[in-house]
């Protein structure tokens, strides 16, 4: 089942010159081994007539196909869909990023159905119609495919792999791998041992190049709150903190990553209390680094404007609250005095991560809405804050555990309008969330003052519908647009 643009002797095409602008959007599996590979794979091209092409590895494994050891399909970035024109291929594609980021043994369809507002006959529905797969052996691919990465690049004993992936024993596990995949888990441990980033064990997550590193980390860099996160240009390396559920609970941690840019590879490296929920880990910091994105589609759409620097990404967030709370801080004030007041708000109301791991400039944890949403107004306004702006943290830490499910189901348009009903926060603040907590391709903050200056040129300035007109010609990728030009400014 291949997307309704490519045509089985198109998919070939694209095998046979090993079309690195393919991978993650076509596998094909081998009739005659059994196997199915990314189209990047360097084995033997095999014949026409052998060949299955499939639009997910989902697919090639509900197909009966086993994953190819050499291209080793689990690390193929993720093709990303983004219109949201049909209402059901939203659902399914929301149905998608809850599997990707679930690790709970127990989850099931009704949980997911109940989580979009949804019957689980119409969710099993549109999720067939959109990845030709239910979404019962859509994750059970997902959880299969995460262990084969940890079974091959860390040493993590066999159990933690199973509890990391989200299977309930060590026992299931083994019996669901070794049924599926008609080979031992402990077959796949590397000869020259786990790989290892920043020196710790680390996962290998990939992505299309290129990939403007020095760009993305440059932008990370200056927004970077201090105490919570500490980002190296000169090793293209970061780490910070975190705090994620795994299986109903919160676990707090440290992360390093490293970015090879020889292999196109992102070396992820949490601490040990995160391991277990990598699982939840790899999803958000695939969407955080915008790894998932067709450089080669988006920089073709602007044209001109993406000349400068190619394979500029769209950074997202780890976590949506610190990211709101970051953006009302940096209302009307630069860039560089916002990151103080984040720095101030952590040191007097984040939580201290355990001295096993803190290193130098990363040793608390961003506050939790709980503890904005109770302290007072004269607290944060010792920090710097005007009243009112004090007031309107507050009270969106008090809204945030209900509001940020139901902007994550929402439509853009309704996203939009859910979060502008929050005190603070604007027109400006809401476009700027949508295009970074949620990472949307097309945002186009409005009545901003540099877009508008990069936009009008040496020309007059620009009025309100003549600055929206003339985004207009850098649809559907605007997100992407706006970074351009913040970067040329």
Same mark, same amino acid.
């Given at each position: 089942?291949?997307?309704?643009?490519?045509?089985?002797?198109?998919?070939?095409?694209?095998?046979?010159?090993?079309?690195?602008?393919?991978?993650?959007?076509?596998?094909?599996?081998?009739?005659?081994?059994?196997?199915?590979?990314?189209?990047?794979?360097?084995?033997?091209?095999?014949?026409?007539?052998?060949?299955?092409?499939?639009?997910?590895? /989902?697919?090639?494994?509900?197909?009966?196909?086993?994953?190819?050891?050499?291209?080793?399909?689990?690390?193929?970035?993720?093709?990303?869909?983004?219109?949201?024109?049909?209402?059901?291929?939203?659902?399914?594609?929301?149905?998608?990023?809850?599997?990707?980021?679930?690790?709970?043994?127990?989850?099931?369809?009704?949980?997911?159905?109940?989580?979009?507002?949804?019957?689980?006959?119409?969710?099993?529905?549109?999720?067939?119609?959109?990845?030709?797969?239910?979404?019962?052996?859509?994750?059970?691919?997902?959880?299969?495919?995460?262990?084969?990465?940890?079974?091959?690049?860390?040493?993590?004993?066999?159990?933690?792999?199973?509890?990391?992936?989200?299977?309930?024993?060590?026992?299931?596990?083994?019996?669901?791998?070794?049924?599926?995949?008609?080979?031992?888990?402990?077959?796949?441990?590397?000869?020259?041992?786990?790989?290892?980033?920043?020196?710790?064990?680390?996962?290998?997550?990939?992505?299309?190049?290129?990939?403007?590193?020095?760009?993305?980390?440059?932008?990370?860099?200056?927004?970077?709150?201090?105490?919570?996160?500490?980002?190296?240009?000169?090793?293209?390396?970061?780490?910070?903190?975190?705090?994620?559920?795994?299986?109903?609970?919160?676990?707090?941690?440290?992360?390093?990553?490293?970015?090879?840019?020889?292999?196109?590879?992102?070396?992820?490296?949490?601490?040990?209390?995160?391991?277990?929920?990598?699982?939840?880990?790899?999803?958000?910091?695939?969407?955080?680094?915008?790894?998932?994105?067709?450089?080669?589609?988006?920089?073709?759409?602007?044209?001109?404007?993406?000349?400068?620097?190619?394979?500029?990404?769209?950074?997202?967030?780890?976590?949506?609250?610190?990211?709101?709370?970051?953006?009302?801080?940096?209302?009307?004030?630069?860039?560089?005095?916002?990151?103080?007041?984040?720095?101030?708000?952590?040191?007097?109301?984040?939580?201290?991560?355990?001295?096993?791991?803190?290193? /130098?400039?990363?040793?608390?944890?961003?506050?939790?809405?709980?503890?904005?949403?109770?302290?007072?107004?004269?607290?944060?306004?010792?920090?710097?804050?005007?009243?009112?702006?004090?007031?309107?943290?507050?009270?969106?830490?008090?809204?945030?555990?209900?509001?940020?499910?139901?902007?994550?189901?929402?439509?853009?348009?309704?996203?939009?309008?859910?979060?502008?009903?929050?005190?603070?926060?604007?027109?400006?603040?809401?476009?700027?969330?949508?295009?970074?907590?949620?990472?949307?391709?097309?945002?186009?903050?409005?009545?901003?003052?540099?877009?508008?200056?990069?936009?009008?040129?040496?020309?007059?300035?620009?009025?309100?519908?003549?600055?929206?007109?003339?985004?207009?010609?850098?649809?559907?990728?605007?997100?992407?647009?706006?970074?351009?030009?913040?970067?040329?400014?």
């Amino acid at each position: 089942m291949l997307t309704p643009d490519l045509s089985p002797d198109a998919a070939y095409a694209a095998l046979s010159a090993r079309d690195a602008r393919f991978d993650g959007w076509l596998y094909v599996g081998v009739t005659s081994t059994g196997i199915y590979c990314r189209p990047v794979c360097r084995v033997r091209l095999p014949r026409r007539e052998n060949c299955r092409f499939f639009a997910s590895a /989902a697919q090639a494994e509900a197909a009966a196909f086993r994953p190819c050891l050499k291209c080793r399909p689990e690390l193929a970035p993720r093709a990303l869909a983004w219109s949201t024109a049909d209402a059901s291929r939203t659902l399914a594609l929301q149905a998608a990023a809850w599997l990707d980021a679930c690790d709970d043994p127990g989850a099931s369809v009704e949980d997911l159905a109940a989580h979009l507002g949804i019957t689980s006959r119409h969710l099993r529905r549109i999720f067939a119609a959109e990845h030709g797969v239910t979404p019962l052996q859509y994750l059970q691919t997902r959880r299969l495919l995460l262990a084969k990465a940890l079974l091959t690049d860390t040493g993590l004993p066999v159990s933690e792999v199973a509890e990391a992936a989200g299977f309930a024993s060590a026992r299931g596990f083994h019996a669901a791998f070794t049924s599926h995949y008609r080979l031992a888990p402990t077959a796949l441990r590397r000869a020259q041992g786990p790989v290892t980033a920043c020196g710790e064990p680390a996962l290998r997550l990939a992505y299309r190049p290129p990939l403007a590193v020095d760009a993305l980390l440059r932008f990370l860099a200056a927004r970077s709150i201090p105490g919570v996160e500490q980002v190296e240009l000169a090793t293209h390396s970061l780490v910070r903190s975190l705090r994620l559920q795994h299986r109903g609970a919160w676990v707090a941690g440290r992360l390093q990553l490293r970015f090879d840019t020889v292999r196109g590879l992102v070396l992820l490296s949490p601490c040990s209390t995160l391991w277990a929920a990598v699982g939840s880990l790899v999803p958000r910091v695939r969407r955080w680094l915008d790894l998932d994105a067709d450089p080669l589609a988006i920089d073709a759409g602007l044209g001109p404007l993406a000349a400068a620097t190619p394979g500029l990404r769209l950074p997202g967030c780890l976590d949506r609250f610190e990211l709101m709370v970051r953006a009302v801080l940096g209302q009307q004030i630069t860039v560089a005095a916002a990151r103080t007041l984040a720095g101030r708000v952590v040191a007097r109301f984040g939580e201290p991560l355990p001295a096993a791991q803190c290193v /130098a400039g990363v040793e608390r944890l961003f506050p939790t809405p709980e503890v904005i949403a109770r302290a007072a107004v004269s607290e944060l306004a010792e920090l710097g804050l005007i009243r009112r702006r004090a007031e309107a943290l507050i009270a969106i830490a008090q809204r945030w555990p209900e509001l940020e499910p139901e902007v994550s189901r929402s439509a853009p348009e309704q996203a939009l309008t859910l979060l502008r009903q929050l005190p603070g926060v604007g027109p400006w603040t809401a476009s700027y969330m949508l295009m970074r907590g949620w990472s949307w391709p097309d945002a186009f903050p409005p009545g901003d003052v540099v877009l508008a200056r990069q936009l009008a040129g040496e020309g007059p300035a620009l009025t309100p519908g003549a600055y929206a007109q003339a985004a207009e010609r850098f649809r559907p990728y605007r997100s992407y647009a706006v970074l351009h030009l913040w970067n040329n400014a």
